[in-house]
């Protein structure tokens, strides 16, 4: 994934850092990317020693990102990086990009999983936005002076674009492509087989837990 965004980073012309965010893994991506950020200073690790969540993740690589622009995505290799091009085009008519995919290429489960989220959150924030779990988005780093998502979970990518929305940023959302998963696991599940997954409870109910609280949150009027 390195070597990918490192090929397209340069295709773009414009100044660039890569920060991989190690959330307490238990395989070799700190020995990795050290290696890696020793033949290029552009590329950085930030560890957390243990696993936060995903939002954690999220919010430390956004803090520790110097350049005028922010792009995240997933290292499991399922987004075509190429598609950040066509966001790099267009991020002079806005403020945020986020993906959503095309044609997800996800089991069926996971797929439930994702229609049953995207329409809890339509439902409680009166609308919302398309695939808004999908891990492809381009900010405006200045966004981050005034938006300071709270989430652990994967409930922050509704977050900041909820804040965002109500702070009056600029949001265009753009199709992107999805490719099936070739390595890892959905960290929500412990296990799968097929259609069938064994699901942590523990971490669908944080999800819900802090879905409830950016509600109440955006109903007081607590947005910073």
């Known amino acids: 994934m390195v070597s990918r965004a490192s090929e397209v980073l340069e295709r773009l012309g414009a100044e660039w850092e890569i920060i991989v965010v190690d959330d307490g893994s ?5 020995r990795i990317v ?34 005028g622009w922010v792009f995240y995505t997933d290292c499991d290799g399922q987004f075509d990086l ?12 806005c403020d945020i990009i986020s993906g959503y995919r095309r044609r997800r ?11 049953l989220y995207n329409s809890m959150a339509w439902v409680m924030f009166w609308g919302g936005f398309k695939d808004v779990d999908a891990s492809f988005k381009l900010y405006r780093r200045s966004v981050f002076d005034r938006v300071r998502p709270r989430s652990t979970s994967g409930v922050v990518d509704l977050e900041i674009l909820l804040l965002a929305r109500g702070m009056g940023f600029r949001i265009r959302q753009m199709p992107v492509s999805h490719l099936p998963r070739r390595a890892g696991s959905v960290s929500f599940e412990t296990f799968r087989h097929g259609f069938l997954a064994w699901v942590r409870i523990s971490a669908i109910v944080q999800m ?12 007081r009027g607590d947005v910073r």
């Open 82 to 93: 190429d598609d950040l091009e066509r966001f790099w085009c267009a991020r002079d008519s």
């Open 208 to 219: 819900f837990v802090q879905l409830v609280s950016l509600r109440l949150r955006t109903l």
């Open 105 to 115: 290429r996800d089991p069926g489960l996971r797929l439930l999983y994702s229609l």
């Open 34 to 67: 050290e290696e890696l950020s020793g033949r290029d200073p552009r590329i950085r690790l930030v560890s957390h020693g243990r696993n936060l969540g995903f939002g954690m993740a999220v919010r430390s690589g956004i803090s520790a990102a110097r350049l």
């Open 26 to 30: 238990t395989d070799s991506t700190p």
